[in-house]
């Protein structure tokens, strides 16, 4: 069974500045999907960036950016120049892309991100 | 294109009464799945649905729990004689295809 750690239950930033959250997953597979998810105190779930694990090249949505480490298993979130709006918690998500009946997603426990003004 | 709705956005039972909680997926979007998060935790998989049928429920308790996407319809995640520990978020989310998934803004449960 696929598993994803996030190992930063806490993490700050100044605003304006850039910080990088942590995700690391096991998974036997070769082909699958990973996403970062925003949860703001409204408790939403925002999809904020997705990979493709065939695609070498890092995805990168406005400020969000991921680097994706495949032999690694690892899969950072970035965020640059950082607002008051980012603060939320981050969960890193997996999914299969094995087909038909694999498309759950596997989350990791969160990281709660603050902004400091 | 509105997005995934879901219905009630708080709902407060007694132990031992029913809940129902209702999902109505983005339009076009043919994937239903649902998810439960614990207070302080993340998400955890419960079901996977489409249109009248149930495609995964490796994640649903297997006593007390239920689920449906009826041909017309939202779908309905059924909750039976709830306990205290069934208190939680729940959450639905939507998919054209088996893609990217679309959260709707969940359902907290409090079971008194």
């Known amino acids: 069974a696929q598993t994803v750690t996030q190992s930063q239950p806490e993490m700050s930033v100044q605003e304006a500045e850039t910080v990088t959250l942590s995700c690391t997953y096991d998974?036997?597979?070769?082909?699958?999907?990973l996403f970062w998810y925003k949860q703001p105190p409204s408790r939403q779930m925002i999809l904020v960036i997705r990979?493709?694990?065939?695609?070498?090249q890092n995805a990168t949505e406005n400020r969000f950016s991921v680097n994706f480490q495949k032999a690694a298993k690892s899969f950072s979130l970035k965020i640059s120049d950082s607002q008051l709006g980012d603060a939320a918690m981050y969960f890193c998500?997996?999914?299969?892309?094995?087909?038909?009946?694999?498309?759950?997603?596997?989350f990791g426990t969160g990281t709660r991100l603050t902004i400091i003004p | 294109n509105a997005g995934v709705m879901q219905n009630p956005r708080h709902l407060v039972r007694r132990r031992g009464q029913e809940a129902r909680l209702r999902c109505s997926p983005m339009?076009?979007?043919?994937?239903v799945y649902w998810y439960r998060q614990l207070p302080e935790e993340g998400l955890k998989f419960m079901v996977y649905?489409?249109?009248?049928?149930?495609?995964?429920e490796s994640g649903m308790p297997k006593e007390r729990f239920s689920a449906e996407f009826p041909k017309e319809g939202p779908s309905i995640l059924r909750i039976q004689q709830v306990v205290r520990g069934d208190s939680a978020a729940y959450f639905c989310?939507?998919?054209?295809?088996?893609?990217?998934?679309?959260f709707g803004p969940g359902t907290r449960l409090l079971v008194l």
């Open positions: 339009k076009g979007h043919s994937h």
């Open positions: 998974t036997s597979e070769s082909d699958y999907y």
């Open positions: 990979q493709e694990a065939y695609k070498q």
């Open positions: 649905l489409q249109k009248e049928n149930i495609i995964d």
């Open positions: 998500a997996y999914r299969s892309a094995r087909g038909f009946g694999n498309e759950k997603l596997t």
């Open positions: 989310a939507s998919s054209p295809t088996q893609e990217t998934q679309y």
